[in-house]
C-alpha cells in the first residue's frame, strides 16, 4: 500500500528536506490526542506546522537551527498524549513565552491511519504529526480547555 503524499510536501522540498522527512516516526497515538489552539477553532492559524505558524505571524520560525532534523520537526503540528501533558509544557514557557507563542485553548481529537504518521512521544508527552494530502483536523477536534497564559 503506497502512503498519501504528505500535505506540506512542497515544504519539505524548500527546505531541502524531503529525502528525511518526515523523520524519527512512532506509532499512532491511540484515543485522544491534544493540541495548543487559538480561539475559535477555525482560526486560519490552528494545525499549521510550527514553521508556518510562526511565518504567517512575522516571526523567525522556532526549529530555526540548519540542521536538516530540526528543519523537518519544524514543518510539523505539534500534539500531546494527554490535556495534562499540553498544560504542563504550557506552562513551563515563561510568561513572555506564553503570550507570545499566540495560543489560548487546548482542542482535543482522535487521528486516524489515513491522516498523517506521527513522531515519537517525548517523555513530556509531546509529538510531532506530519498530515497527509486533504485531511482537515479542524473537522474532528473540539476546544476542551482555556490556557493560562498570564503567569
Not at 518526515?22 to 494545525?47: A, D, T
Request: aromatic share 12%; glycine share 8%.
Amino acid at each position: 500500500m503506497t502512503m498519501p503524499p504528505y500535505k506540506y510536501l512542497t515544504l519539505f522540498k524548500a527546505l531541502d528536506i524531503e529525502e528525511m522527512c518526515p523523520c524519527e516516526l512512532g506509532p499512532l497515538q491511540k484515543g485522544k490526542v491534544y493540541r495548543w489552539v487559538r480561539f475559535p477553532l477555525s482560526h486560519e492559524l490552528n494545525f499549521l506546522p510550527n514553521r508556518l505558524y510562526d511565518e504567517r505571524r512575522g516571526y523567525t520560525p522556532r526549529m530555526n537551527d540548519t540542521a536538516d532534523r530540526a528543519k523537518c520537526l519544524g514543518c510539523a503540528l505539534s500534539m500531546f498524549t494527554s490535556l495534562r501533558a499540553a498544560q504542563t509544557v504550557f506552562n513551563s514557557l515563561s510568561p513572555s513565552g506564553r503570550q507570545g507563542i499566540g495560543y489560548t485553548h487546548i482542542a482535543a481529537g482522535v487521528l486516524d491511519e489515513g491522516d498523517g504518521v506521527c513522531g515519537k512521544s517525548d517523555e513530556r508527552g509531546h509529538f510531532t504529526f506530519y498530515e497527509y494530502e486533504g485531511v482537515d483536523l479542524r473537522q474532528r477536534f473540539e476546544i476542551v480547555a482555556q490556557l493560562a497564559i498570564a503567569a
